[in-house]
Nanobody, 115 residues
């Protein structure tokens, strides 16, 4: 299975910004829609944002207008720009393909937003 490595998380105050990165191995990146998912403590993993190879994006209602997903084909990397962060955005963020996660889930990157 393809490997996925997330980075860029951290601790910020409410209203702050972070930019997450995910490097994917192999052809998983080239031929699939990619997505960011997150899992808050005690909750199920949820879809945050998705992006097709042709650039069509979609967002969860809770992040629309604040988050932006993008990809760099030359680097096999997908990004998540997160602005106007809220405490409810706290969680571990993962990337994988969409709609069916085909890669091995990485360790994710922790995002903590304090009020």
């Amino acid at each position: 299975q393809a490997q996925l490595v997330e980075s860029g998380g951290g601790s910020v105050q409410s209203g702050g910004s972070l930019r997450l990165s995910c490097v994917a191995s192999g052809d998983i990146f080239r031929f699939n829609s990619m997505a960011w998912y997150r899992q808050a403590a005690g909750k199920q993993r949820e879809l945050v944002a998705r992006l097709t190879p042709l650039g069509s994006s979609g967002y969860a209602d809770s992040v629309r207008g604040r988050f932006s997903i993008s990809r760099d084909g030359a680097k096999n990397t997908v990004y998540l720009q997160m602005d106007s962060l809220k405490p409810e955005d706290t969680g571990i963020y993962y990337c994988n393909t969409y709609p069916t996660p085909k890669g091995s889930w990485g360790q994710g990157t922790q995002v903590t937003v304090s009020s």
